[in-house]
């Protein structure tokens, strides 16, 4: 008896949404070295944090392949790309990396709708908050990075970013837990 039960093209898109996880941690452990090699600690901190998590969405694909039946298919993950040239930089290329992620999840929870896999549904509708979440934490960043001068930012500035991100947390407070009483 065929205990799969994904559909082929959902399985196919897990599992490619698996590796894209895999080369997210990649491209954070590779700008958390960079700027571990520029003296930024904290920035580097908070980079490896990330790649760590990254790494963790890559075994919750897993697992779920494996629990829902499927078979897990490990690729090659792709070379991370050119290193940042500051850290301005840095964070716009994290930025632009999230949001492709993002729209890769998005492509994957519409067609788990599509097929009216609603497990798949259910079990990416988590990502779709953390994707908000990741996204929101790195506009935060950049906003920061551009209010210190954005490439031109001055070491004192960058300074004082690198010193706070050694204790931001990992997540971000997102719109839809406001409310009229905290905002």
Same mark, same amino acid.
Request: hydrophobic share 35%.
């Given at each position: ?105 998005? %492509?994957?929870? %519409? ?32 906003? %920061? ?39």
């Amino acid at each position: 008896m065929d205990t799969n039960r994904l559909s082929e093209t959902i399985c196919k898109a897990l599992n490619s949404q698996m590796t894209k996880e895999a080369h997210a941690s990649q491209i954070y452990l590779a700008y958390a070295s960079w700027a571990d090699a520029q003296g930024y600690e904290g920035i580097a901190n908070f980079l490896f944090r990330h790649a760590n998590e990254e790494r963790n969405h890559m075994m919750k694909f897993l697992e779920y392949i494996l629990q829902r039946g499927g078979t897990v298919k490990i690729e090659a993950i792709p070379d991370p790309g050119p290193l940042p040239v500051s850290i301005y930089d840095c964070f716009q290329k994290t930025f632009q990396q999230e949001v492709d992620n993002t729209e890769s999840i998005y %492509k994957i929870v %519409k067609q788990s709708f599509d097929e009216a896999d609603w497990a798949s549904w259910n079990f990416l509708q988590w990502f779709v908050k953390e994707q908000t979440e990741e996204e929101t934490l790195i506009m935060n960043m950049l906003d %920061k990075l551009k209010i210190a001068g954005g490439d031109k930012a001055s070491g004192e500035s960058l300074y004082s970013i690198d010193r706070d991100l050694k204790s931001t947390p990992d997540e971000a407070e997102l719109a839809q837990e406001k409310t009229v009483e905290q905002p």
